[in-house]
C-alpha cells in the first residue's frame, strides 16, 4: 500500500534584461528560460528488515573465548535456518578479537582476557519472521542485536512514482509562471535530479537484555521515498 504526496516547488524566470518583458530580450542573450524545482513523495510499508546478530564472549586465554563464541554463534545460526533462512540470507559482518587491558600507576599494563565478538547479518524477506529471530536468537546465546533496518520490496517503483510526482509539479508551476508572465510554455530544454532517493523510515535499535519468553513487538510503520528534479523550459512570450 502506498500513498502519493507532492512536495514544494520554486520558479525562477530567468534570461531576461532588466525592467523588460521575456519577449523583449535581447536575442543575443539567448532564449529566455523558466526554471522549476519540485520534490514528489510516496510512501511505502516496508515488508523486509536486517536484523545484526551478535554474541560477544569475554575470557582467558583467547582460545577460550573463542570457543565459547563458536558454540554460540553456531547453536544461533543453526536455529536461524531451522526458521527457513537459506544460506544467501545469513553472512558474517564483523569478527573481532581484542585483549582486556588493566592499567595500574607505576606499572606496566596486563592483559586480564580477552573479547571475542562475532556479528551476522539476517536478511528477513517476510518481515513477520523479525519477532520470532530476535527472540529465537537471543534464546541460544546472542547477546549483541544492534541493529533492526526495515526496507521494502517495491522501493524502486516508488522512486520512480516520486520522479513523475516531482515533474508534474515542477511542470505545473512553470506553466503557471509562464502564463503570468503573459506567455506560454515552450520545449522542454533539460530535466535531472538527484543520483539517489531520499528515503526516510525507522531504524530501530534492540537492546540485547530483552526477554526471550515474551515475544518482541514490531512495528515497521512506514517509509517516505522522496525524489527532487530540476527542470528548464524556454519561455515563448507572446
Given at each position: 500500500?502506498?500513498?502519493?504526496?507532492?512536495?514544494?516547488?520554486?520558479?525562477?524566470?530567468?534570461?531576461?534584461?532588466?525592467?523588460?518583458?521575456?519577449?523583449q530580450?535581447?536575442?543575443?542573450?539567448?532564449?529566455?528560460?523558466?526554471?522549476a524545482?519540485?520534490?514528489?513523495?510516496?510512501?511505502v510499508?516496508?515488508?523486509?528488515?536486517?536484523?545484526?546478530?551478535?554474541?560477544?564472549?569475554?575470557?582467558s586465554?583467547?582460545?577460550?573465548?573463542?570457543?565459547?563464541?563458536a558454540?554460540?554463534?553456531?547453536?544461533?545460526?543453526?536455529t536461524l535456518?531451522?526458521?527457513?533462512?537459506?544460506?544467501?540470507?545469513?553472512?558474517?559482518?564483523?569478527?573481532?578479537?581484542?585483549?582486556?587491558?588493566?592499567?595500574?600507576?607505576?606499572?606496566?599494563?596486563?592483559?586480564?582476557?580477552?573479547?571475542?565478538?562475532?556479528?551476522?547479518?539476517?536478511?528477513?524477506?517476510?518481515?513477520?519472521d523479525?519477532?520470532?529471530?530476535?527472540?529465537?536468537?537471543?534464546?541460544?546465546?546472542?547477546n549483541?542485536?544492534?541493529?533492526?533496518?526495515?526496507f521494502?520490496?517495491?522501493?524502486?517503483?516508488?522512486?520512480?512514482?516520486?520522479?513523475?510526482a516531482?515533474?508534474?509539479?515542477?511542470?505545473?508551476?512553470a506553466?503557471a509562471?509562464?502564463?503570468?508572465?503573459?506567455?506560454?510554455?515552450?520545449?522542454?530544454?533539460?530535466?535531472?535530479?538527484?543520483?539517489?532517493?531520499?528515503?526516510?523510515?525507522?531504524?530501530?535499535?534492540?537492546?540485547?537484555?530483552?526477554?526471550?519468553?515474551?515475544?518482541?513487538?514490531?512495528?515497521?510503520?512506514?517509509?517516505?521515498?522522496?525524489?527532487?528534479?530540476?527542470?528548464?523550459?524556454?519561455?515563448?512570450?507572446?
Amino acid at each position: 500500500m502506498r500513498t502519493m504526496f507532492v512536495g514544494w516547488a520554486a520558479v525562477v524566470v530567468i534570461g531576461f534584461a532588466p525592467n523588460v518583458l521575456p519577449a523583449q530580450a535581447s536575442a543575443a542573450s539567448g532564449p529566455s528560460q523558466i526554471v522549476a524545482s519540485g520534490v514528489g513523495e510516496v510512501r511505502v510499508t516496508p515488508d523486509r528488515a536486517t536484523i545484526l546478530v551478535g554474541v560477544q564472549s569475554r575470557a582467558s586465554p583467547a582460545a577460550a573465548a573463542a570457543a565459547d563464541n563458536a558454540r554460540r554463534q553456531r547453536a544461533i545460526l543453526d536455529t536461524l535456518r531451522k526458521l527457513g533462512l537459506g544460506n544467501d540470507q545469513l553472512s558474517t559482518i564483523n569478527y573481532n578479537v581484542s585483549p582486556e587491558m588493566q592499567y595500574a600507576p607505576n606499572s606496566q599494563p596486563r592483559v586480564t582476557g580477552y573479547t571475542v565478538t562475532n556479528t551476522v547479518r539476517a536478511d528477513v524477506r517476510k518481515l513477520d519472521d523479525a519477532a520470532r529471530i530476535i527472540d529465537a536468537a537471543l534464546a541460544k546465546g546472542a547477546n549483541e542485536i544492534s541493529g533492526l533496518r526495515f526496507f521494502s520490496s517495491v522501493a524502486d517503483s516508488a522512486r520512480r512514482a516520486a520522479l513523475e510526482a516531482a515533474v508534474k509539479e515542477a511542470r505545473a508551476d512553470a506553466e503557471a509562471l509562464a502564463r503570468a508572465a503573459g506567455g506560454t510554455l515552450g520545449p522542454l530544454l533539460e530535466v535531472s535530479t538527484s543520483s539517489s532517493p531520499i528515503m526516510r523510515g525507522q531504524d530501530m535499535m534492540a537492546a540485547a537484555g530483552m526477554a526471550a519468553r515474551v515475544a518482541t513487538p514490531i512495528e515497521p510503520g512506514q517509509q517516505l521515498i522522496s525524489a527532487a528534479v530540476v527542470a528548464r523550459w524556454v519561455f515563448v512570450g507572446r
